[in-house]
């Protein structure tokens, strides 16, 4: 079982950068593979990013390719999600999930584990 929790939401303005955090629960957080996803009012959950339980590979969704960075440090049971160049149409609640085996996926129904998400909210 895992439990993560979402952290470093904010309101912000285009151009400015964030960074999210999702700090997870139980000692076996290396090996599951992590993912961020983003639900915009009135569409569906979206892939962001996700990264292996290594850390070696990262995955990230076409349209935050060259802004946004995945990390994770292990010994510290965090995913993060830095956000640069933020957008309007970055808005949205970013979840943090994780899944097993530990490889990332851009599919959400490969995860099992959610957390409550964070909003994030960029003025123009």
């Known amino acids: 079982q895992v439990q993560l929790v979402e952290s470093g939401g904010g309101l912000v303005q285009a151009g400015d950068s964030l960074r999210l955090s999702c700090a997870a629960s139980?000692?076996?957080?290396?090996?599951?593979?992590m993912g961020w996803f983003r639900q915009a009012p009135g569409k569906e959950r979206e892939f962001v990013a996700a990264?292996?339980?290594?850390?070696?590979?990262?995955y990230y969704a076409d349209s935050v390719k060259g802004r946004f960075t995945i990390s994770r440090d292990n010994a510290k049971n965090t995913v993060d999600l830095q956000m640069n160049s933020l957008k309007p149409e970055d808005t949205a609640v970013y979840y943090c999930?994780?899944?097993?085996?530990?490889?990332?996926?851009?599919?959400?129904?490969?995860?099992?584990?959610w957390g409550q998400g964070t909003q994030v909210t960029v003025s123009s």
């Open positions: 990264i292996s339980n290594s850390g070696a590979y990262t």
């Open positions: 139980g000692r076996t957080f290396s090996t599951y593979g």
């Open positions: 999930a994780a899944r097993s085996p530990g490889w990332g996926s851009r599919e959400s129904r490969e995860y099992h584990y």
